[in-house]
């Protein structure tokens, strides 16, 4: 490995030693601090011979960790891993997979319980509805899914 290579090899592992990041995210930090294409793809491919860049253990990671929290599921997931710069087949592999794993009302209905405790939807007015509703449909839950849990009365979040 030559000098700038060896310094290209340096500053992508700083990048990488504060976030994970996909590729693409790479090779623009890269690209942004004026490295030669032919040194960053170097750099890129060295990267991934020792697994320290790997877009798809970096998919599993967000959407792992989205669908833990709540903070997003199914489309929402889908944009989110593309704005990192995940190609569009591990994205959709991954999604597939792990969204498969979860079950997508009890996802719901754990998030309803954290983040409005005290909401029934059978007593709400319907500006609350819309909110909570509105709520979940920006994190991506299927409007099947968020009618149905405004429907079901047997649905109480409130337990």
Known sequence: MRGTEKRGLTVALDILSRRDRSEAELRSRLSAREFPQEEI???????MELRYLDDRRLAEALVTAA??????Y?????????RRGIPREIADETLTRLSGEVDQRELL????????????????????????MNFLLR???????????MRNPSTDFTD
């Open 74 to 82: 199914g489309m929402k997931l889908a944009i989110d891993l593309s």
């Open 139 to 149: 994190r991506g839950f299927t409007r099947s899914a968020v009618f149905d849990a």
């Open 41 to 47: 793809d170097t750099v890129i491919a060295r990267l």
């Open 67 to 72: 669908l833990s929290s709540g903070r997003g």
């Open 109 to 132: 209905r754990e998030l309803l319980s954290r983040k409005f405790p005290n909401f029934n939807a059978t007593v709400a007015d319907h500006r609350e509805k819309a909110r909570v």
